[in-house]
C-alpha cells in the first residue's frame, strides 16, 4: 500500500513557476513509476509527466515539453513536478500516482494504482 501526499500548488501569474511536491508513504517507493497527471474543470483527467523507478527515463506530455520536469528523490520518497513558463491552460487539479510497473512507464491513468488527493494549481493571465 502506498499513500501519497501532493503540496505546492496554489496562484501564479501567467509565465511564472511552481514546483510540486509528493511525498509517498510505504517502503517501496524506489519500486513504483510514479506520474502526475491533471484534470480541469469539465474535461478529462490527463496525463502530464511520468518517471521511471531509478529515475533514469523520463515521459512528458507534448504540452508541457520544454516547460515541466519531473524528478524524485527516492531517498526522500517524494516525486517532483517543476513547473516553469505557466500558462492560464495550465489550471488544474494535480494528482500523483503511483504505478507498480517496472519496466515500462505509463501514460494511461488506469495503469496507476495510486493516487493523492491533489492540489489546485491557478494560472492567472
Known amino acids: 500500500q502506498v499513500q501519497l501526499v501532493e503540496s505546492g500548488g496554489g496562484l501564479v501569474q501567467a509565465g511564472g513557476s511552481l514546483r510540486l511536491s509528493c511525498a509517498a508513504s510505504g517502503r517501496t517507493f524506489s519500486s513504483y513509476v510514479m506520474g502526475w497527471f491533471r484534470q480541469a474543470p469539465g474535461k478529462e483527467r490527463e496525463f502530464v509527466a511520468a518517471?521511471?523507478?531509478?529515475?533514469?527515463?523520463?515521459k512528458l506530455a507534448d504540452s508541457v515539453k520544454g516547460r515541466f520536469t519531473i524528478s524524485r528523490d527516492n531517498a526522500k520518497n517524494t516525486v517532483y513536478l517543476q513547473m516553469n513558463s505557466l500558462k492560464p491552460e495550465d489550471t488544474a487539479v494535480y494528482y500523483c500516482a503511483a504505478d507498480p510497473s517496472i519496466a515500462t512507464i505509463h501514460s494511461r491513468s488506469n495503469e496507476y494504482d495510486y493516487w493523492g488527493q491533489g492540489t489546485q494549481v491557478t494560472v492567472s493571465s
Open positions: 518517471i521511471s523507478w531509478s529515475g533514469a527515463r523520463t
